[in-house]
């Protein structure tokens, strides 16, 4: 992907004091300026231009790429060399004519053929069927338009990697743009949307920002939206529709089932395009950490559900184990969802058990064989490369130097010897997906474990990945505990920690609300945009108050990390450590106070916009060049940083440890106004090093084996979070 303190104990006027304030993430004002109608060469000039030009591809996947989008401000209009002239524009039924596009926006441009092309003379045009010749030479074409994309499957995953390669071959933007717009209706609508993010985020000219997932609508939204549309005002701007899981027709689970419970954490629109931008993102194999990022970013999405059961009165999750997958799987799902392109997605019925793939000659035996391999690597400590050497797991000087390739192991991604290790996470996944008709025999739709938009909604997922989590915790608990020099900071103490909810001291909100996403209603038979609210989780806005004393003359780096652990953690040595924040201080001599509101987290990311909202965003020049540098999007949801309360409020200890850096340590070059506007604890930073050098988690990433009460430079506050279901109760 810019107070006053209070502390009853203390007498201020005697002390000296060193206050410290973090940036708010809107730091800078500078906008771009566009006409009120676009302009196709000016728009080609600017980053967010080309930024707008390349995300409006997105828009309408499933109707060709000449039809005007974007409130007809734009219609690619392809040259003749890369476009079919046997093939008429189709008719959009139950739509009356399209406006044509604002002037001539946009006239894409021939393309130079390639030397490796036919033997046509030097200066030739490229041709659409060589293009497509080239696509398809690449396995691109392989996956028929319509059908699932399978985002957890490597090998799929690497056509849409291919395809990305071809495009970015071109030498400029505009024959970048011109090949993109030509090769988008032959190709599957998910792979060309998967090929498009992995585009954006290579290139250095446009931006990283992406629109939300827009599979978060239920299967039969459309005719219920028109239904509402029609009955509203005519006078109303945007008409409104409410989408909301706990109510029908939406809901997933009856109320007497208890996962109905947790549907404002499953089923949360951001939470899973956060899943899905988090995913594309870390496609890249050369991304620092990434392996590590696997592990942590699943594991505190798993810790942050395991509270919320542990404080609705839910039983504990039972992993999804080897021993377990010729068993019925209890509790099924039916998700009411409708996908971008293709088919809605297939619902799980209660009491299926996992099966062969015989389809595509996949045995179920086979992710046992790789779990042994792995579980033998760790406790032999070290895994063995596909060219037959060794590297061993291990921590050094602070570091985990193993996570990362364990975790590109497990996932599998950038392994080092897949044929040995296998796909463990990913065809784990497709075999929950496609537990329905795992022969292939009635061609049924894939189920949500299919794609990391929508997986994390069945509570199956939970399952699969605490067994996924396990492995780690085998890892974890196989390095040397930490000793008291990594734990302790001579010279540091934190005197005081609270945190304050509208002047109320160590209480946490949460309160239910509604979410709302801007959408075009052209689909909805509207000729306006259209508003769809839903109702979500959120929390009342909070601070936390630190006060701070160090000893050094010199002024001290140090690392804040927060933590909230339930008070009923079920295991004291493996608390549900929820990462709050995470956060670079430097104390001078003396007392210092740190005041951190809980928008400033860096565990959260900035609320991501659907493809409309984008696009008006960059049209209207809404946008700053800091902005369009962000992963937005990628970062837990910011309604969702604060678990659930209950009208009683569940006891949580609130834990704050301030940690020394290490030596080299990468925070130390980190640009820090980066850092601020980042949600670096699960996406890293963008074209940098993670901005800490310590393990993801640290210090209840390994076994707990050690106090917190008692050291000077961790302190333990009790809160409570307390819930309402609306600000007006």
Request: overall charge neutral; proline content about 6%.
């Amino acid at each position: 992907m810019k107070y006053f303190l209070c502390f009853s104990i203390l007498s201020l006027s005697s002390l000296t004091w060193a206050q410290i304030n973090f940036p708010t993430s809107s730091t800078s004002t500078t906008r771009q300026n566009f006409k009120t109608n676009l302009d196709f060469r000016e728009t080609l000039e600017s980053r967010a231009g080309r930024h707008l030009l390349l995300v409006t591809l997105l828009e309408n996947l499933n109707q060709p790429v000449s039809l005007p989008r974007f409130k007809g401000q734009i219609a690619y209009q392809l040259p003749s060399t890369l476009k079919d002239e046997s093939t008429s524009q189709p008719l959009i039924p139950n739509r009356g004519p399209v406006a044509p596009a604002t002037k001539t926006c946009c006239q894409l441009e021939d393309v130079p053929e390639t030397p490796t092309l036919g033997n046509r003379q030097p200066g030739g045009k490229l041709q659409l069927q060589d293009l497509l010749g080239e696509c398809s030479s690449a396995g691109v074409l392989s996956i028929q338009r319509g059908m699932h994309f399978r985002l957890f499957n490597n090998t799929e995953k690497q056509l849409a990697t291919n395809l990305a390669e071809i495009l970015l071959s071109k030498d400029s933007f505009s024959h970048l743009l011109s090949v993109t717009a030509a090769v988008r209706d032959y190709v599957n609508q998910e792979l060309f949307r998967e090929a498009l993010v992995n585009i954006i985020l290579r290139r250095d000219d446009v931006g990283m920002v992406m629109p939300m997932s827009p599979e978060f609508l239920p299967a039969n939204v459309v005719s219920n939206t028109k239904e509402i549309i029609q009955s509203q005002t005519p006078q109303q701007e945007n008409p409104v529709v409410d989408v909301n899981w706990n109510e029908p027709p939406y809901q997933t689970y009856d109320q007497s089932e208890p996962e109905f419970n947790l549907w404002y954490f499953r089923e949360d629109p951001e939470a899973n395009s956060h899943h899905l931008y988090w995913h594309s993102l870390f496609n890249n194999a050369s991304l620092d950490r990434r392996g590590e990022f696997f592990f942590y970013m699943h594991r505190q999405m798993l810790i942050r559900y395991k509270v919320e059961r542990l404080t609705q009165g839910l039983t504990e999750i039972k992993p999804l184990t080897p021993d377990t997958w010729d068993k019925p799987l209890p509790l099924g799902y039916f998700p009411k969802l409708g996908a971008e392109s293709g088919t809605p997605y297939q619902g799980r019925p209660d009491n299926l058990a996992l099966a062969n793939l015989t389809d595509i000659s996949l045995p179920l035996s086979l992710l046992k064989d790789w779990y042994s391999e792995i579980e033998s690597a760790i406790k032999n400590r070290r895994v063995i490369t596909a060219e037959g050497s060794t590297i061993n797991l291990r921590a050094n000087q602070g570091r985990d130097e193993g996570i990362s390739v364990l975790g590109d192991i497990v996932e599998a991604l950038n392994s080092v010897n897949g044929q040995l290790y296998g796909s463990l996470h990913n065809l784990g996944h497709v075999f929950i997906a496609r537990v329905t008709d795992p022969r292939g025999r009635h061609l049924t739709n894939t189920g949500v474990m299919n794609s990391p938009a929508t997986s994390m909604r069945d509570p199956i997922f939970y399952r699969w990945h605490q067994f996924i989590d396990d492995i780690f915790t085998d890892y974890k608990a196989s390095l040397p505990a930490y000793t008291e020099e990594e734990l302790s900071f001579p010279g540091v103490k934190i005197v005081q920690s609270q945190v304050t909810t509208d002047g109320k001291r160590n209480e946490l909100h949460t309160l239910t609300d509604q979410g709302e996403v801007l959408l075009p209603g052209i689909d909805f038979g509207s000729n306006t945009t259209v508003r769809f609210r839903y109702n979500r989780l959120n929390h009342q806005p909070f601070q936390y108050n630190i006060l701070v004393n160090s000893k050094s003359y010199a002024v001290v780096k140090a690392k804040v990390r927060i933590f909230l652990i339930p008070k009923e953690t079920p295991n004291h040595k493996a608390p549900l450590a929820v990462e709050m924040d995470r956060f670079l201080v430097n104390l001078k001599k003396g007392n210092n106070i740190i005041k951190r509101t809980s928008s400033q987290s860096t565990v959260t990311g900035k609320r991501q916009r659907s493809l409309l909202e984008l696009q008006e965003a960059l049209f209207s020049g809404n946008i700053t060049e800091s902005e369009l540098s962000q992963f937005e999007g990628c970062g837990w949801p910011a309604h969702l940083l604060v678990p659930r309360g209950t009208a009683s409020g569940p006891a949580f200890s609130l834990v704050v440890m301030l940690s020394k850096l290490l030596p080299g340590d990468a925070a130390l070059s980190a640009d820090q106004e980066k850092v601020a506007k980042s949600a670096f604890v699960h996406c890293g930073l963008p074209g940098s090093d993670v901005p800490d050098s310590r393990p993801m988690g640290f210090p209840f990433d390994r076994p707990v084996g050690w106090r917190l009460q008692g050291r000077s430079n961790m302190a333990v506050t009790d809160v409570r979070i307390l819930h309402q279901e609306s600000l007006s109760d």
